[in-house]
């Protein structure tokens, strides 16, 4: 299987509207789980999530300077990126 190489935007672009998987839709809720308080406080999670608004999350994550939100910030997106 081939790379894909795809920009983060060119996957938020493709996202809208796109509910997310059953994989990346738990990664989102983990997320605001474990670092809402502390990433992602100015988010209001969603119940059924789209891939464009886990993405989100996982750039919000990726900002933090907490190895452990860039590695779920990771996966976030790899999942997103299998979804599409």
Known sequence: M????RTFEQLKELGPG???SDNV???????FQEFGHQALWSRQPSA????AQALIVSDCLRREVNQITRSLAAQIKEA?????
Do not use: V
């Open 48 to 51: 059924h999530p789209t891939i």
């Open 2 to 5: 081939g790379m894909d190489h």
């Open 25 to 31: 839709a738990s990664l989102y809720h983990l997320a």
């Open 18 to 20: 796109r509910i997310a």
């Open 80 to 84: 997103c990126r299998a979804a599409l």
